[in-house]
């Protein structure tokens, strides 16, 4: 659920024991995920078998629920859905679909009676530990990487699945899984990711700062929907709690389960990977999607549209027509079935525009946002930390849906920002739209009067009123700092699309509250933010040049 273009990257010692009170307040959304795929499986007339009793189970359509009997002998429920044209001689490509985190197993039904319909066997499982399936939740560890092999062998044995054509898919929890088993089986030709993750802890822990409301909605729904195994149930309490005792054995448990640690795995395997994600996602930012991408060598493509986490392809698991969705069935078509319909002749990386419709074409990620602006971050602010100044990155899988389908992100009046809790620069008035791609990065020195704390720093397109719509942020904490001596600062933002109109203006802000985080400034903290002539600071912003 997470990259390490963090501080852990450069510095994974152990911080201070004592960090102060970390803030957890929580508002987070639990229930709107599950309800949209049962929803999705009563609208299609589905609904998942009513007990396990080891034995198959034919529906109406000519769906099968099946046990499969996953890693170390634990039960996994599944739904298989054949070609109507199967007469038990002809062999099909087959595609693999674990589900989500806290889905059950109707979730991928729509797709999957599509991809059936255009001659492939499809197979759905319920990951362990969640709804019917036994054992517990993993996260995607070495547990559920050895199911998803097992559900291989079981298609392969009791359908008419091609072995020299098994894919991959998922979304979320299934999406991580796929990459992961593309690692550690050949037979997976080709995967589609979706809102997945490449890196768990710079998802959940970038800038060595703990996701607050990502990790309770995900320990709250794996709670409410499954059997947290004793190892998560642990690792939550400790992340939760800023255990940093426990922070180097938490890394090591991410770094498990991260598709990144499998690079050379996967790309030795060969899969062809599609990966897509959404600008706003608030659990799998997309920055650590890209990062991946660089690395693979076999076929590949990257897709980034507006939204947030799972929205982008939420539609088409209602069976209504979603590009994510098309396009994945396209690139199944292109390196499972050989079909000549030009998905290899695209440009390989997709992105679509927050601000605009249509979707912009680029050879490679390091190709957009090619060009990079700086605004200068002169004279030095000074900020009191513990209070929220009114800048913040919203709620988790709200604020970012309403950005995709209203145009409504979180929203601040720049003008009105308390100076004694925010630090505030702003640009000149651009004459000209500023396309604003890729990953926009924060570089700056820090003085504190305490030897931990947290910083959040926020990107506003500003229109004439003051009113500021967020373009991008992201959090930083620190720890084992002296207290009065400066240290520099270089924080990437999370990556997004979006056009910045004439007549606005860019405006840099930095507090040290946000309830999307936890924060680690002790009580009365101060921070200075200075530009020395020979390190200037500065906010890097990557434009689309027409």
Not at 360 to 380: C, F, H, M, N
Not at 521 to 540: E, I
């Amino acid at each position: 659920m997470v990259s390490f273009g963090s501080p852990f990257k450069r510095d994974r010692r152990m911080g201070e024991r004592t960090v102060g009170k970390p803030r957890t307040a929580l508002r987070t959304t639990t229930t709107g995920a599950v309800s949209a795929a049962l929803l999705a499986g009563t609208a299609l007339g589905f609904a998942p078998p009513a007990a396990a009793t080891g034995t198959d189970t034919v529906m109406t359509g000519g769906i099968r629920f099946v046990d499969i009997t996953g890693d170390g002998g634990t039960v996994l429920k599944a739904n298989v859905v054949t070609p109507a044209d199967s007469d038990g001689t002809r062999r099909y490509p087959v595609i693999v679909l674990p589900t989500s985190w806290s889905m059950p197993q109707v979730e991928y039904l729509a797709q999957a009676r599509k991809l059936a319909d255009s001659g492939y066997v499809v197979v759905s499982y319920n990951s362990r530990g969640f709804w019917q399936s036994g054992g517990h939740i993993e996260v995607a560890g070495p547990a559920d990487v050895a199911d998803a092999s097992k559900v291989i062998d079981w298609a392969l044995a009791h359908t008419p699945a091609d072995p020299q054509r098994v894919g991959m898919a998922g979304v979320s929890y299934g999406a991580g899984i796929s990459l992961l088993a593309a690692g550690h089986d050949k037979r997976v030709r080709a995967v589609v990711a979706m809102s997945g993750w490449a890196d768990l802890i710079d998802s959940i822990y970038s800038g060595r700062t703990q996701h607050l409301q990502a990790a309770a909605m995900l320990g709250g729904t794996g709670y409410l929907t499954g059997r947290p195994s004793p190892e998560l149930q642990q690792t939550l309490k400790d992340f939760l709690a800023s255990n940093l005792d426990k922070e180097e054995e938490m890394i090591a448990w991410g770094a498990k389960r991260s598709p990144a640690f499998a690079l050379d795995r996967i790309n030795a395997g060969g899969a062809a990977i599609m990966l897509g994600n959404a600008w706003g996602d608030t659990i799998f930012p997309p920055n650590q999607y890209a990062s991946f991408y660089e690395k693979l060598t076999g076929p590949k493509r990257l897709e980034l549209r507006p939204g947030d986490h799972a929205t982008a392809e939420a539609t088409g698991l209602l069976g209504l027509p979603n590009d994510t969705w098309t396009n994945a069935h396209r690139w199944f078509d292109h390196h499972l079935k050989g079909a000549d319909n030009g998905i290899d002749r695209e440009q390989p990386v997709q992105l679509a525009s927050r601000s605009s419709s249509g979707y912009e074409g680029y050879p490679d990620w390091k190709s957009v946002g090619a060009t990079q602006r700086k605004i200068a971050l002169a004279d030095e602010r000074k900020v009191y930390a513990n209070v929220d100044s009114g800048a913040n990155g919203g709620i988790v899988m709200l604020s970012n849906t309403l950005d995709q389908f209203l145009k409504l992100p979180p929203m601040a009046s720049i003008p009105l920002l308390p100076r004694s809790f925010a630090a505030v620069w702003q640009s000149e008035r651009y004459g000209s739209p500023q396309r604003v791609r890729g990953t926009a990065k924060l570089h700056t020195t820090v003085t504190s009067t305490a030897s931990s704390g947290t910083l959040v720093a926020y990107l506003y397109d500003v229109g004439p009123l003051g009113v500021g719509k967020l373009v991008s942020n992201a959090p930083y904490t620190f720890h084992g700092k002296t207290p009065g001596r400066p240290f520099s600062v270089d924080l990437e933002l999370f990556s997004t699309a979006y056009d910045v109109p004439a007549g606005h203006r860019l405006a840099l802000v930095v507090d040290t509250v946000d309830p999307l985080y936890i924060e680690h400034n002790p009580s009365g903290a101060r921070l200075t933010f200075s530009s020395p002539s020979s390190d200037p600071s500065y906010v890097s912003v990557p434009l689309r040049e027409e």
